[in-house]
């Protein structure tokens, strides 16, 4: 049965970094998006970040929401590993944190985050930001 698995969340002071991984328990073909996704307590599940190869282009196409662009960095490192580089972390970014997979592959454009978009759902790791 296929499953991601999460790891790299911890407690960490504003301003600092940490490297989110997700990992599958199987190959993943590259046209379909891997997301990143979060949900602090009381608030709906948002997108962060997702990755993809699409038929446009040779390498992979990413996609950010606006809150963490320039701050995260999303990466392919394998054909079943996905890695979320968070920099300048603040106390909004708080939350708990889950990769899946999209449901369609992306053939034009890049990945959207919509959650709806999206199954197979890792069961998150804890990130944390505070002074």
């Known amino acids: 049965q296929f499953q991601f698995e999460e790891s790299g969340g911890g407690l960490v002071q504003p301003g600092e970094s940490l490297r989110l991984s997700c990992a599958a328990s199987?190959?993943?073909?590259?046209?379909?998006?891997i997301g990143w996704f979060r949900q602090a307590p009381g608030k709906e599940r948002e997108g962060v970040s997702c990755?993809?190869?699409?038929?446009?282009?040779?390498?992979?196409?990413a996609n950010y929401a606006d809150s963490v662009k320039d701050r995260f960095t999303i990466s392919r490192d394998d054909a079943s590993t996905v890695v979320l580089q968070m920099d300048s972390l603040q106390p909004e970014d708080t939350a708990v944190y889950y990769c899946?997979?999209?449901?369609?592959?992306?053939?034009?454009?890049?990945?959207?985050?919509?959650?709806?978009?999206?199954?197979?759902w890792g069961q998150g790791t804890q990130v944390t930001v505070s002074s």
């Open positions: 199987q190959f993943i073909s590259d046209y379909l998006a």
């Open positions: 990755i993809s190869r699409t038929a446009e282009t040779e390498g992979y196409s």
């Open positions: 899946a997979l999209g449901i369609q592959p992306v053939l034009y454009g890049r990945c959207e985050l919509n959650v709806n978009e999206y199954d197979n």
